[in-house]
């Protein structure tokens, strides 16, 4: 029985998708809900597996492709055996070499490449539909090509025969990849971020020792008590900004074209940094949130992230975006609005410094913090005060439990 493999249905915030990896090929056999196919969108990588045991038929949507809410990505044949398998892949193959056996069906940049490589189309398995040859599968068959006479040979060669330009191609090597969706998305919102608000960033220092000491005195008991969970800085940096953006709700608000929207609760996001990129997944409602749930919904969230299977509904919305620079080793930085919100605070490395204190220079592990925000949004009295509030409650953690 033959089923068709549609794309998954996209939010209405997501127009459409690429095709970013096919982990089967035409006639491999797969089992019942197997990863056959990753399609990344503008926020996330949608994974789409097999609806019951059997194989790939048909690939229609190459690697790089374009494709759109439930359309139709490969035909599925469910329930074969091996030996049907196999039938199925060399059906496939002779379609697709009757296809590629005519050059002329590719793109013209798949012609191109083919005319000054020199080489034959017949020769190289197309992944697109029907067989059809994409640029992909051209700069794929040369690489390996390039590999291949990489290799050492066992045949005794003569010094003179190995052209001398050889060591300098692989001393000065380029590799061009194409910037995938998830990047080039965020690239344009920092830009835009840049061109469109009144971006100030504003900075002041933390003496981090009370709450490192805070940490120290109870983070063997508290793991003990929250079942592993591990007490970081970040669950102490979410209930300051918590308690902040509520005295400050202009902070905590957003625009939307002319209109200023101020939010009744508080979603922050945590930027986390994964392979495809940056991403900020929400922990929903932080002012009801303890220290423990902040840190178990932070680890939960950066290892979604780190294996890509964070779904939109984990990053839409946010009220105020929290990054964190320092765990790279950052001493100072200016973060980046994350629109439509109207600040972002920036959290840096700690780092022993001398300062003044009750008339003595004293040595104390000192953090820069940071907060860029739209000043069309925000006035400059509001944003150093938020940003002294967060200092204020950070250097006495007795004030962030009692919220005072």
């Avoid at 009744?264 to 922990?283: C, N």
Wanted: proline content about 4%.
């Amino acid at each position: 029985m033959s089923i068709e493999i549609k794309a998954p249905s996209f939010p209405e915030s997501v127009a459409d998708g690429t095709i970013a990896a096919w982990h089967k090929k035409p006639g491999e056999v797969c089992q019942r809900d197997e990863l056959i196919v990753d399609i990344e969108t503008d926020k996330v990588v949608l994974e789409v597996v097999a609806p019951a045991d059997g194989c790939l038929e048909i690939i229609m949507l190459g690697a790089g492709e374009t494709v759109l809410s439930q359309q139709v990505i490969a035909t599925f044949t469910a329930g074969v055996a091996t030996a049907t398998a196999a039938a199925v892949e060399s059906k496939i193959a002779g379609t697709s070499q009757a296809v590629v056996d005519n050059a002329e069906i590719s793109g013209p940049a798949v012609r191109k490449l083919l005319e000054e490589n020199n080489l034959d189309a017949r020769q190289i398995h197309g992944t697109g539909k029907a067989g059809r040859l994409s640029k992909d599968d051209v700069l794929r068959h040369l690489q390996q090509a390039q590999a291949e006479s990489a290799k050492p040979s066992t045949v005794e060669t003569p010094v003179t025969t190995i052209p001398s330009q050889i060591a300098t191609i692989s001393e000065r090597a380029e590799k061009r990849v194409p910037m995938t969706r998830l990047r080039s998305t965020i690239a344009k919102r920092l830009v835009a971020a840049q061109n469109d608000a009144a971006m100030l960033t504003t900075y002041n220092e933390i003496n981090m020792q009370p709450v490192m000491d805070l940490r120290s005195q109870y983070k063997g008991l508290f793991e003990q008590i929250h079942n592993g969970t591990r007490l970081g800085f970040m669950s102490f940096f979410v209930k300051a900004a918590t308690e902040a953006l509520k005295r400050f709700p202009a902070v905590n608000a957003s625009l939307d074209g002319h209109d200023m929207v101020y939010h009744g609760y508080q979603d922050i996001g945590v930027a986390v940094s994964t392979e495809r990129g940056l991403v900020v997944p929400i922990l929903r409602d932080t002012d009801g949130m303890s220290l423990a749930d902040i840190e178990k919904g932070i680890a939960e969230l950066a290892l979604l992230g780190r294996e890509g299977k964070l779904s939109i509904a984990d990053m839409q919305g946010g009220t105020f975006t929290i990054t964190n620079g320092g765990v790279f080793g950052s001493l100072l930085s200016t973060p980046i609005l994350n629109p439509p919100q109207t600040a972002i605070l920036g959290m840096h490395k700690i780092q022993e410094r001398p300062i003044a204190e009750k008339g003595k220079v004293v040595i104390r592990p000192m953090m820069y913090s940071a907060l860029s925000y739209d000043h069309r949004m925000i006035d400059g009295k509001e944003a150093v005060q938020f940003l002294v509030t967060i200092k204020d409650l950070l250097e006495d953690p007795a004030r962030v439990l009692l919220e005072i």
